[in-house]
């Protein structure tokens, strides 16, 4: 097998499932707007123009793809390590809390070189430091950090609720009084198209900071042991990787990640911490994670498909409840995680059709990579 | 080269069969034909295609192209159900039992007799004990499956095939876990299941198990049947020069190292210490003492063969000595470097080298190119501050990928796309051109083929006349008399015996490993 088609098979693998899973949603959305009595080629095209159709959609699905780039390269670097982080909700919020409570704290007035910088790694240390908690105890009692993590957001949403609530709230509401300091500015205000639109220059930010944990997952040291033992711990162990300390430093790598989508909220969009902003962010970035891959660079895709998505569903409101969206967003979900193979399969089948009489032409790539797997060790040396 | 065997009496005829996985031909026009009652060997090196020949027989698999015959029936294509309702039945490497349930559940699994709708377990017991009898396969059928020695529960599996009908019987590497006089026990039991009027296939590798029990051999190699012969008109060098494909030393070789050879236990003259193991004892998953207050020495160029059926302490012995599992009590160390709680890779830097027992558990990332497997366990010294240095890395690959001809030489490529035999060499390649003072060797040419395991052992050869210390763990009794300088046999967490390689033969190291002898060397550790 030569390089060019290992790489097409990854390619493949890559590319795959986001479109088996955007065919299916065309499909069950067509259903379900026919249900409606409306015409489907209509009502997408209305969710098209409503989002990439004009700046201030394209702002608003930057905005919100912003937060799920955030927490679903949280629950793919996790993954990458063999963790199954559910606590991303939790660390958003706390991350958000971290940024607003620095904000607050930072006198008014304070250069934003220095006040926004402070603010940023505050959600970074709030969001790591709630992730941290479940790596420690897998690491030093072996609990599962399933378990854990989806406790950690009871607890942690559950306490962020109640000191906003008794101690910061400004009366009337659920949120903190606005920050002093560490506000990042709109794109609206440089690019006038933009106006009006949610999407700040925390874009930018969490771009960096994709590109940074590729380079880490990808290049560095720590990324080569983490990815090790994501993939088989028994051999990271084995070549002297501390499986404990890649564990713990793994999520709280992630819920640092996590964290950082706070800081498109607090300190781009609303210059406060609000109660529940985070509500539904941190679960959909396992579903970022899952048709992202868990690579960085699918995560970007996803989460800008996920915004549009929801972005979307706001703009066919007055067609078609915009409830449908949650529905596809479902299916989408369903359709990475339970279709693939089976489609995999059909596909190879077809493949197979066409080949039949004529067993000499080369096979699909990524048919060769499952043969070369199923056959293990059975496989004739070059 | 192909004498026509069976004619009309052929129970299993496959003719030209292909079949591709992806772009690897793993059987291109392979031929089989076995007659009625006979035991019948089917060997090759690793790879050879033999294991797929022998699923599309059984169902496993379909063919993409040829024909296959059971009884004078085309079968072609048949699933697994068909093929075992036809009385064919393959008994697998990996045993398939319910380790919870008792030997006779296990045999009727799937075929439970019934009365009034609840499982009738006296009459499953009775069907047992019969079968049992008949066939000489000497099961306790009441015993849980998890009690039985692996002996035993090969005999089960065999008794489970039975009992489904099976007329004709495929074996896959039957032996790979079976203790010398278990495998005599064996030999007898297929022969009385043979006179009994069943078939026999048996996939092997090992050729002194194709003398002793089998009337005809088919030879596969790269896909394709390259022989037919019969057994007794033919020699162990006959058949290894047509599966390799050109002429194979057989003989068990003594070449004993430059220095340090046939030393007695504990005597560390010659080369100077390489690794000391004092008072080791080492809990197991478990037991308490899986390996049990052990002692000894491996000098600077000797070879130490732990030989020992599988399960007695001596996986936990090397995890230990390699960081992998805590050490309960007693002392290890590298040349003058105490280990024994160092981390692992302290003992590598400390000059540890390990060739892991099961490569696919221990030593290799099988999503990992060559060349990042090619550093595993040295990504410390591939990195600068932090960051993975990727043309050291690259430089690293090439220069092991040629020295130690992994093939294909691409090392970008995933070491899952490699053979067992090329996967086994990149851990090879790894753990010996790192700076190591001691090697540990568990079962170094596991899944390899011939060809492979003359260059392995070449190489172990090498690195001990290099003045290397190396522990050499094999369940091939056979690799352990042919590399070690010194033999120990591990039994029930404790070596029974250390004899030197003069004194040691598989008739004075049987009794050891089965555990009918007990040490008188425990006062010389």
Redesign the interface.
Known sequence: ???TT?RRAALEEALLPPIVALAVVLVIGDLLILAYGEAPGAVWRLMLEGTWGNAYGIGQVLYKATTLACTGLAVAVALRAGLFNIGAEGQLAAGGFGAAIAGLALPAGTPSIIATPVCIAAALLFGGMVAAVPGVLRAKFGAHEVIVTIMMNFIVLALLNYVIAAHLHVPETLHTPSVHAGTIERIGSVIPAFHGSAVNWSVVVVGTAVSAVAWYLF????G??L??VG??P???????V?VSRTWMRALALSGAIAGLGGVNFVLGYKGYYEDGFAGGAGFLGIAVALVGRNHPLGVVIAALFFATLSQGGLAINAMVPKQIVEVLQGIVILAVAASVPEVRRLVRKAAGARRSGM?TS??T?T???????????????? | MTASVGGPTAVVRMNGI?K???????NRGAEIEVGAGEIHALVG?????K??LMKILSGMQAP??GGVEVGGRDVTGWTTAQAIAAGVGMVHQHFMLVPTLTVAENVVLGREPVSVATFDRDRAIREVEELSKQSGLIVPANRLVADLSVGEAQRVEILKTLYRGARILLLDEPTAVLSPPEVTELWAVLRRVRDTGTTIILITHKLDEVMAVTERITVMR??ATVARMATRATTPEGIAKAMVGRDVDLSVQTSAGSVGRGKGLGDEGGGGTGLTVRNLTVRGARVEKAVNDVSFTVSAGEILGIAGVEGNGQTELLEAI?G?RGVTSGSIRIGDREITHA???ER?DAGLS?I?EDRH????????SVA?NLI??Q??RF?RS???D?AAVATNAAKQVAAFDV??T?A???V??L?????QKVVIARELSRDFIVLLAAQPTR?V?VG?IEFIHDTLRKARDAGKAILLVSAELREVLSLADRVAVMYGGRFVAVMSRADASEDALGPYMTGARKAETESAA
């Open positions: 097998m030569s390089d290992a290049r560095t040291r720590a080569f042991e990815r090790a993939l088989q028994g051999v990271a162990e084995y070549g002297g501390n067993p080369m096979p790539a048919e060769e990579l499952r043969a070369a797997r199923m056959s293990g060790d059975q496989r004739p040396s070059a | 292909q591709y996985f992806g772009a690897v031909h793993a090196e690793n790879g050879a295609g294991s797929t993409d192209g790269q896909g390699s992998l981390s692992v890779r590598g390990h892991p558990q221990r030593g290799l990332i099988l999503e990992y990042d595993l366990g990504q410390h990195s932090g960051v993975m990727r093939r294909p691409d970008s490529l995933a899952r796309t053979s067992g035999g090329n996967q899944g083929d492979a």
